[in-house]
């Protein structure tokens, strides 16, 4: 696929100003016999399919050259392009929650998200996420599409997010995650003691009755994780985990497959499970945890402007370090007994 390319200056006019948007791009392969819409919210997912389905129907985006319709069904290879008007993201409101910045430039943020904090603003949070806190940090923000959020993590995942402060970057930073140019790492304290690490490789899609979960489907889309063994106790394991693709709760999903399920994962959980002989410590730090354990430590990309490597690690949340500090303890006393 070639990477969506942008040719919209920043404008100069206020936050509140809307922006104007120039992108194209080419339909990869993979994405054959899919719908237009579809296909766009795949390759531009910084957008709604709402609103790329609105520019389609008005023209504003285009199918080798033809206007198209939104159902209208992609073969791979055909030219896109987008001009459209980019609406300023003021209104939502700019709130004033604090935020670990771990790497500024004029062109991009990095944040490190705390757990129990919503990305986007959406019907069951009107306020108090991410996106808020976005726009209060840097109210330039607004000029770009979703506070200039390319990516997310779920509201009780922790860690390392990339965040655009141009639309140039923005553009720029969507085409290197749809190439799967941004490395992301991740910490799993995962159920059960693993002797290695090895590879997933099950494709994943929309459970097929509760439409709020995602699971292992054989006509699901091509998914793929790693992990390894970064360090094991008497009942868990603390895996380094990354991502060859990146599906909705695709961590979460494979490890629940392969019968190590996160701890504290209230969706694909499997309950709580206690080393023989837990001390009472322990019991209570496990049975006090209840979301998943699932940190995105570090983040790599080449900058969107030089091309130098950044490269950002965010500190593990103060919850799952004590968890893990309760396992090593566990397991250097049971050593001292054996």
């Known amino acids: ?105 004029r062109d991009v943020l990095v944040v490190n998200k705390p757990p129990g904090l919503v990305v986007h603003p959406g019907a069951g949070n009107p306020g108090g996420t991410l996106q808020n806190a976005l726009l209060s940090l840097d109210p330039e923000l607004a000029r770009v599409p979703r506070a200039g959020i390319v990516h997310r993590l779920d509201k009780d995942t922790s860690g390392a997010l990339v965040i655009a402060r141009t639309l140039a970057a923005h553009t720029k930073l969507v085409a290197m995650l749809a190439e799967r140019d941004v490395h992301r790492r991740y910490v799993a304290l995962v159920q059960g003691a693993l002797i290695a690490g090895g590879s997933v490789r099950a494709a994943i899609g929309r459970h097929a009755r509760d439409r709020l979960k995602m699971a292992v489907r054989e006509d699901g889309r091509e998914s793929v994780t790693h ?81 130098r490597e950044i490269s950002v690690e965010a500190p593990m949340p103060p919850d799952y370090a004590a968890l893990v500090e309760l396992l090593r303890a566990d397991a250097a006393d049971a050593s001292r007994r054996a």
Not at 49 to 56: D, G, V
Not at 261 to 290: C, H, N, T, W
């Open 1 to 105: 696929m070639s990477a969506p390319e942008s040719t919209s200056p920043q404008s100069d006019s206020s936050p509140d100003s809307p922006t104007s948007e120039s992108i194209a791009l080419e339909i990869p392969a993979q994405l054959a016999g899919r719908r237009f819409d579809q296909a766009l919210a795949e390759l531009l997912p910084q957008y709604s399919r709402s609103r790329l389905s609105t520019w389609i129907r008005a023209g504003q985006a285009t199918l080798a050259g033809k206007p198209a319709r939104p159902r209208d069904l992609v073969s791979g290879g055909e030219a896109v392009r987008l001009e459209a008007e980019v609406e300023p993201e003021l209104r939502f409101a700019a709130q004033d929650i604090p935020l670990d910045v771990l790497h500024r430039d």
């Open 227 to 307: 992990y390894r063994v970064r360090e094991r106790f008497r009942a868990h394991t603390l895996l380094q985990v990354e991502l060859e693709t990146g599906r909705t709760h695709q961590i979460r999903v494979h490890l629940a497959h392969i019968r190590h399920g996160i701890v504290g994962d209230p969706m694909y959980g499997s309950g709580l499970k206690l080393p023989k002989g837990a001390g009472a410590a322990l019991v209570e730090g496990l049975r006090a945890f209840r979301r998943q354990a699932l940190h995105a430590e570090l983040l790599q990309f080449a900058h969107p402007r030089s091309g």
